[in-house]
């Protein structure tokens, strides 16, 4: 553990808690924002260039604003008054701990393990953006294109439901 | 003597860093690139101000600047000592923050701008060797530190508590996401051609000669339609005019930096220069042949020469635009973005495709201009429906 590694998980960990403890919602999603850039600058730091600079092209830059925008046209800018701890943090905390196990469970059962223990392999040349680009278009092809088909199904359906009615 | 002209601010990089010991090294060569980008692209804004200014002023028959030289001496310079002005002018002015704005978000927002913009020109190639980092994924860095600044406007604008902030916010954010993809798209055709993310590669690729005569994507039917699409989604980027909505000065007053007073307003004002330098900076990159010369018999110039000439040749056209077309409304900017930038731009990646794959020759141009043309002019005429354009008729009060 570097002392790199040290200052970005702090300041990944500490944008999470604050998205999760601050009242005002717009400041929750600004710091949202901090802790996935602070994810983002992990996977640069492990050499994953490709899914660092997704993370923030498609998380900052996308998701963020949807978030904020979703935050202004629902409700008023001024934060709630009721505490911010209520009893639905138990149904919370709940699944937050079953998805971190399931996850932990499916990654430590992983067949990446035992490659990964050994540092001397070139991690760097696997993730390299070109093996990404070739996986994509020969090996996971079909899964890319299902992902296509389900995007543009989302494009049309958000256009249908911005469309103006002619009937009245 | 050539080469030394061409390399000689890498040699002096290199002896500056050299003079430090071995373990210093890798953070004085950070400090070193980062400073030059800095002072370069600092002072390019200053006289980017001046030259802006006397442009549109000649377009509008006015003089402009023309007083203002260089303190404490008779040099006049024709104006060009006006920037120093105008930056001790924001240095010393009152910084006025709302009463009830955001206090801790108000005074970020600038910063969380500026940040990504200075990143955005650690990728792009300057001059040979002459780039701060050279990273598989450059172009891809480039647009990733891009999206960095849509939130920072929308920051800006929230923070300040104002409606006209909000609406400016609101109006860049719709703008620069609608023109992110069109923008985005059209550089995807330069990618599959050259088969690298990297700006290094991308630039030689487009190093050699065909005679004299250079082979920049621009001067293929694919490369130059993704030139002008790139080009129009860079001008709605940086919130140019004619896509200028989001300031808006008749409408909202100044949009989402309404609020800021003194320097943070010239960092807003900085960031959008700095911004559009880098955005031409990368349609430089990507379709004019970065820093290689425009005819082969010129080669002999320094690479850098060459790259902050056509910089400069791109910015003189945004201050042209600027002052002759007449800024969109906000339904007709978002038909232009979804309805022709972006078909237009899809079309685009078919006839790269094509390119790529047909024998060189007179048919592929035939095979790859038809593909853009006839798309062009029947999505022009599909859009403009019933409306015709004549020659207007003046009515004069009798």
Redesign the interface.
């Known amino acids: 553990m570097t002392v790199i590694f040290a200052m970005i998980a702090l300041v990944t960990l500490a944008g999470a808690i604050a998205a999760m403890s601050l009242r005002?919602l717009?400041?929750c999603a600004?710091c949202l924002?901090l802790a996935l850039g602070g994810l983002a600058t992990l996977f640069l730091q492990l050499e994953a260039?490709?899914v660092g600079?997704?993370q923030?092209?498609v998380y900052?830059?996308?998701v963020?604003?949807l978030i904020?925008?979703a935050i202004?046209l629902t409700r008023g800018?001024e934060p709630p008054q009721q505490p911010v701890v209520t009893s639905s943090w138990v149904m919370g905390a709940g699944v937050a701990v079953l998805t971190f196990g399931s996850l932990a469970a499916a990654l430590l059962a992983s067949w990446v393990t035992p490659a990964a223990a050994n540092p001397k392999t070139d991690v760097a040349a696997d993730v390299?953006?070109?093996r990404i680009g070739e996986k994509l278009m020969t090996d996971y092809v079909l899964p890319l294109e299902v992902v296509a088909l389900l995007l543009t199904a989302a494009l049309i359906g958000a256009v249908i439901i911005a469309m103006q009615e002619k009937g009245r | 003597m050539t080469d030394f002209c061409d390399q000689i601010f890498v040699l002096l990089a290199h002896w500056l860093v050299g003079t430090f010991p071995v373990s210093w090294r890798p953070l004085v060569s950070a400090i070193v690139s980062v400073s030059s980008i800095m002072a370069v692209f600092g002072l390019l804004f200053g006289l980017t101000t001046v030259v802006e200014r006397k442009t549109i002023g000649r377009i509008q028959n006015r003089y402009g600047p023309n007083r203002v030289g260089l303190p404490f001496t008779e040099l006049r310079l024709f104006g060009f000592g006006q920037f120093i002005a105008d930056g001790i002018k924001a240095l010393t002015k009152e910084d006025v923050v709302p009463r009830a704005a955001?206090q801790v978000?108000h005074f970020l927002a600038p910063l969380i701008l500026i940040v990504p913009v200075f990143l955005a020109f650690s990728v792009v190639p300057v001059g040979r060797n002459m780039v701060p980092i050279d990273?598989?994924?450059g172009v891809?860095?480039f647009?990733?530190?891009?999206?960095?600044t849509?939130?920072a406007v929308?920051?800006a604008g929230?923070s300040s508590r104002n409606k006209y902030s909000l609406l400016g916010a609101m109006r860049a954010?719709a703008q620069m996401?609608s023109y992110?993809v069109p923008l985005i798209i059209s550089t995807i055709t330069v990618v599959m051609l050259v088969g690298?993310?990297s700006t290094v590669k991308i630039v030689e690729a487009q190093a050699d000669y065909s005679g004299q005569l250079p082979q920049w994507h621009v001067f293929t039917p694919w490369g130059f339609a993704g030139f002008v699409l790139f080009l129009i989604a860079a001008m709605a980027e940086s919130n140019r005019s004619p896509f200028d909505l989001p300031e808006g000065e008749s409408e909202i007053i100044a949009g989402y930096f309404i609020e800021y007073s003194g320097f943070k307003f010239a960092v807003f004002f900085l960031a959008e220069y700095l911004g559009m330098f880098a955005i031409s900076g990368m349609a430089i990159t990507l379709f004019l042949g970065g820093w290689t010369a425009p005819l082969a018999m010129l080669d002999w110039l320094p690479s850098w020469l060459w790259f902050f000439g056509k910089l400069m040749a791109l910015i003189f056209l945004f201050i042209w635009v600027r002052g002759t077309v007449p800024r969109l409304r906000i339904d007709q900017l978002m038909h232009f973005a979804w309805k022709f930038m972006l078909p237009m731009a899809l079309i685009n990646i078919v006839a790269a495709g094509l390119w790529r794959f047909l024998p060189p020759g007179l048919g592929r141009w035939l095979v790859c201009s038809a593909i853009l043309l006839v798309p062009y002019f029947l999505l022009g005429k599909a859009l403009m429906g019933e409306r015709r354009f004549a020659k207007r008729k003046y009515r004069y009060a009798e």
């Open positions: 005002n717009v400041h600004l924002v260039q490709f600079l997704a923030i092209l900052i830059g996308a963020a604003i904020v925008f202004l800018s390299a953006v070109n | 955001d978000v990273i598989d994924a891809l860095f647009f990733a530190v891009g999206a960095g849509e939130l929308f920051t929230w954010i996401i992110e690298s993310l």
